[in-house]
């Protein structure tokens, strides 16, 4: 039944994001961006203005590199700061299950529309995704099902719908993270290094395939202690060591692999060219000349990265195209940006906060281990506070010191709303904590044949959708609950306006 209401209220705001998007798109005027904006390969066809009507504002900004790779291939040196599987699924989509529709649309309006139905079959995936992880982690199906629906109004809310590769990569990391904790960890390490294909900090995904066997090692070992006979101890214990590190290995390299691929190829391409200026169009070849777009060109010299002791291009991509760097985005003419990400960091501090003032000795431990030197608890705490989450508080807190000191920082909001799932899982622990509404004592039932005054277990009552409940209530609620909602739900707007009509937003 939850992943029944999860599943509708995530289609329900795909349509209407889908819908304002349209509308807001259509009523205000783009603004004279200096975007990407690659000249068009088709003249277009019947239903090409329809669709652009309608779909239009998912392709601004950073979406216009995932279309131009899907159409034409990487062809612009920072072209290579978006990775293949996004633009390689919308060109499939728009090769096989759109491909009747060639007649009327050109291959720009079919990846306008995989864009569209892509992006939100991979958002009902990662809901779906992050309710199942929620359900393993937090062992209280509360907490789980109220920050799904949270999710489905993320502020990041814009970017899961355009052409930006955040569904995908939120899909394929919380279910990694599922599988993970479920102990499937051969899958979980393909759907993991899945993600590196899609975005570059999936790397970071790293952490969960080196803590996670280090942890269940160390558990084994606690049990094997009691063994008094040493030369079966001894064996074990090797076992268990060399089961760690291989497993260990393995996710490094899995993860890693499709990073260091790509890495290879665009090295390849660039400082091994075999591309004559000849074969390119004449229009993108002048659209580099007057931006300043390096090119592939077999007649010309390398680049200076190239010859670099570790010649990575994606390094170089953001230090000279993006000026992303340690503090580099500390000067004052950004403290709107800081602004716009406060409300994400905020989330972000007092996840790490309350969980440290709720378990101090655990975090001290690093989670590796719970209880004295003579006993460890029998059943783990369940909910926000639960052994299981330390890990994932320590990876949204790096994440959060990472975006903050060394990316730009307004992308925080949704650079942890698709890498985490702590900003939902405290937003939702703190309604649960302070929401009158959702503390009613579900009415009195007792079982056949038990008396009225019998002791009996008391349940919370909790609606089928608690968002829509708290919605439909506003008026009712307490303060941190309309924090919290109106922050969600003015930047789940505020971002489809402005994002979508080539205004700056995060």
Known sequence: MDVKTVLQFAATTRGLSLLIQALLNAAIPDHEADAFTPPRAEE???????????????????????LFIAERGYLYEHNYAFFPLFPVILRGLAETILRPLSGCLTLRGRLLLAVAFGNS??????????????????????????????????????????????????????????????????????????????????????????????????????????DNNRHHKCLHYTWIVARLLFTAALGTAVIGLPFLVFQYYGYRVFCTPSLSLEQVSPALIQLAEDKGYRVPDENAPPPLWCLRPLPLLYSHIQDVYWDVGFLRYFQLKQIPNFLLALPMATLGIAAAYIYYRANPARCLRLGLWDGGANKRPDKPTPGFYSPRVFLYVVHATMLLGFGTFCMHVQVLTRFLSSSSPVPFWISAHLLLLYEPLLQRRSPPTYNKGQQRGTPRTVFLYLPQNPIVHLLSRWKTCSIPTRWILGYFISYWLMGLALHCNFLPWT
């Open 44 to 66: 277009p066809r019947l239903l090409d203005p329809a669709v652009q009507w309608f779909l239009g504002g998912l392709s601004h900004w950073d979406a216009e590199h995932f």
């Open 121 to 226: 079959a991979l958002f009902l995936l990662s809901v779906v995704a992050l309710y199942g992880l929620g359900r393993v982690v937090l062992q209280d199906r509360r907490l789980a099902l109220v920050s799904s629906l949270l999710y489905c109004l993320t502020p990041a809310n814009v970017f899961m719908m355009a052409g930006y590769s955040e569904s995908l990569f939120a899909a394929l990391t919380f279910g990694g993270l599922f599988l993970l904790e479920r102990g499937y960890t051969l899958r979980a390490c393909l759907a993991l290094s899945i993600a590196t294909a899609a975005r570059a900090n999936g790397l970071v995904n790293v952490g969960f395939l080196l803590y996670l066997p280090l942890q269940q090692a160390l558990s084994k070992i606690w049990v094997l202690r009691k």
